[in-house]
């Protein structure tokens, strides 16, 4: 493929694409893609697809999902901020926003079934703990292609999608998000089906660095700072990447942004390894994790093994930038949410509500300059409000699997 060439960050070589997540020599090292074009031009697409030129793809997904950037003066004064711009993923089609998934992971499925469908097909799965799994099912319905989706039990309930053309199927397992990976990576041995890949997919990354591409665009410049949730940590690799881009292209500043990641208290391993200044993340950084996962007001941001310290991965990110780590409670989440919806008429999800939180908290500790140009990434919201005016209905559950379940009990499930 010629728009682009993948590059292995740990041996520093480049490897062939077949919806490839790996270099295959051994290197742990993330993938970075290499774009022929250096200079961003919009494209004469739809939604998420108008940055064709910085996304893995040839093919192009009919869609209206994009990424929008915009400015809440009532907000921004409430803060004392004079340059904030928000980025939102999601359903508020008041300010053009039409992802009816309702979150920022929509931006990473769509190149990644463009992806898979230039490398030749197949069934995908996923792992997710609801935001992920409803944007893979909610793409996967809307353009005919199969994917197997693992979550918790308790999160299944989450998966609503605009219409159910049976292409989406569902399973759980007893547990939380950690589980459902396991689980996944079971059924993906013995079926043979294609991992949608996580951080290494570099579609999936891509994909969410839209939402960086989108900010620069509308602000005409990189922001000074830049705020977001985060669980696994990806969307602040993502950002990186696409910062380093429109550094590249020369019409966006010479400066990284710095980066300000937020994880959800008690739950937060990423923020204290990198507070302490340890590229890996010990026992001690997990707590309880079972335990804490459940307290969190955002269990989507609950990665228990983050790319972190993988080469290209967030600790890598956040040094290159000087960045910081901040953990917000649920306390502080649910008072953020209240404060975004006195001024917008859209109910934030949980991991966005931490995103505002950890601004407001960094504001408030004197940790950014208020006259910066700030970008705040809100990731999702306005599930509710699709619900009802989509018409959205629950995904039916084909079955739950179980770790005490035989390879070919599973097997059996599986084809039926």
């Known amino acids: ?111 990644t079934f463009a992806r898979l469908r230039d490398c030749g097909g197949g069934t995908i799965i996923v792992a997710s703990a609801g935001n992920t799994a409803r944007a893979f099912a909610q793409t996967a319905n809307d353009i005919g292609n199969d994917c197997v989706i693992v979550v918790p039990k308790k999160s299944y309930d989450r998966l609503k999608i605009t219409e159910d053309r049976g292409f989406a199927r569902l399973y759980t397992v007893d547990g939380d998000y950690a589980d459902a990976i396991r689980m996944a990576d079971r059924v993906t041995a013995l079926m043979g089906y294609v991992p949608e890949g996580g951080a290494k997919n570099v579609a999936r990354r891509d994909g969410m660095g839209t939402v960086m591409l989108e900010g620069a665009v509308t602000m005409g410049a990189l922001p000074d700072y830049y705020f977001q949730g985060v669980g696994s940590g990806t969307g602040g690799i993502s950002a990186w990447e696409a910062s380093m881009r429109l550094i590249g292209d020369g019409r966006f500043g010479d400066r990284l942004p710095k980066l300000c990641l937020a994880q959800n208290a008690p739950f937060t391993p990423m923020a204290k390894a990198w507070n302490q ?81 950890s601004l407001i908290k960094a504001v408030n500790d004197g940790k950014v300059n208020r006259g910066s140009k700030i970008f705040l990434n809100m990731t999702g919201g306005g599930l509710e409000r699709a619900v009802k005016e989509c018409n959205m209905k629950a995904v039916a559950v084909a079955e739950e699997l179980r770790f005490d379940m035989s390879d070919d009990e599973i097997r059996g499930i599986m084809n039926a």
């Open 277 to 357: 200044g340890r590229r890996n993340i010990t026992d001690e950084d997990l707590g309880d994790a079972e335990k804490d996962v459940a307290e969190v007001y955002a269990d989507v941001l609950t990665n228990r093994k983050p790319p972190y310290s993988v080469k290209g991965g967030v600790f890598d990110a956040m040094s290159a930038c000087g960045g910081e780590f901040l953990e917000v409670t649920n306390a502080e989440a649910k008072e953020a949410e209240k404060l975004w919806m006195s001024f917008e008429d859209v109910r934030p999800d949980p991991a966005a509500s931490v995103a505002l939180a």
């Open 1 to 111: 493929m010629g728009d682009y060439e993948l590059l292995c960050l740990d041996g520093w070589e480049y490897v062939p694409e077949n919806y490839t997540l790996s270099c295959g020599n051994g290197h742990g090292g993330l993938l970075r893609t290499v774009y022929s074009k250096k200079r961003l031009d919009i494209a004469n697409h739809g939604g998420v697809f108008r940055f064709y030129d910085w996304l893995p793809v040839h093919s192009v997904i009919n869609t209206e999902s994009a990424p929008i950037a915009f400015k809440n003066e009532e907000l921004s004064k409430e803060l004392g901020l004079s340059d904030l711009w928000i980025g939102f993923t999601g359903y508020y089609p008041e300010r053009g926003a039409k992802v009816k998934s309702c979150t920022f992971k929509e931006m990473e499925a769509l190149p």
